[in-house]
């Protein structure tokens, strides 16, 4: 089985759909793989080794889409836990994390090329187009 084979459309479209980055996709990974416990910014940001900023975007990020709930505070700092809001949400987080363990390289791809994506169809939007009646 290809690399490109082993993803199917309905898992690049979760991917970009709900993962900006590696980074981002490592916070999943993290807390899919550890769904009973609870974690703030800092502890992921700890274990992960990254940022406590962009983790907390992370974590508030997937919470707003329904892949992780926020549970309580310690102090300042919020926590969340894997928890997605239907069983076709944690069925396609399965499915990337199992994909990921294999295809890695295929899916950072699939997350960097994105943004080219866009750009070429910001880039044509502005692309002078000959008008038909000018012949």
């Given at each position: 089985?290809?690399?490109?084979a082993a993803l199917d459309e309905s898992l690049k ?123």
């Open positions: 089985m290809t690399e490109k479209s979760f991917i970009l759909e709900y993962i900006e980055s590696v980074g981002q996709l490592e916070v999943l990974k993290l807390l899919a793989t550890h769904p009973k416990k609870e974690w703030s910014a800092s502890m992921v940001s700890q274990e992960l080794r990254g940022n406590d900023s962009s983790t907390a975007k992370y974590l508030a990020d997937f919470s707003s889409k329904g892949i992780f709930i926020e549970t309580s505070k310690i102090q300042k700092e919020r926590l969340y836990r894997y928890q997605p809001k239907n069983e076709e949400l944690a069925a396609k987080v399965a499915a990337l994390i199992a994909a990921y363990a294999t295809y890695n390289l295929r899916i950072i791809t699939l997350i960097y090329d994105r943004p080219v994506e866009r750009l070429r169809g910001f880039a044509d939007a502005f692309k002078i187009r000959k008008d038909p009646k000018d012949g």
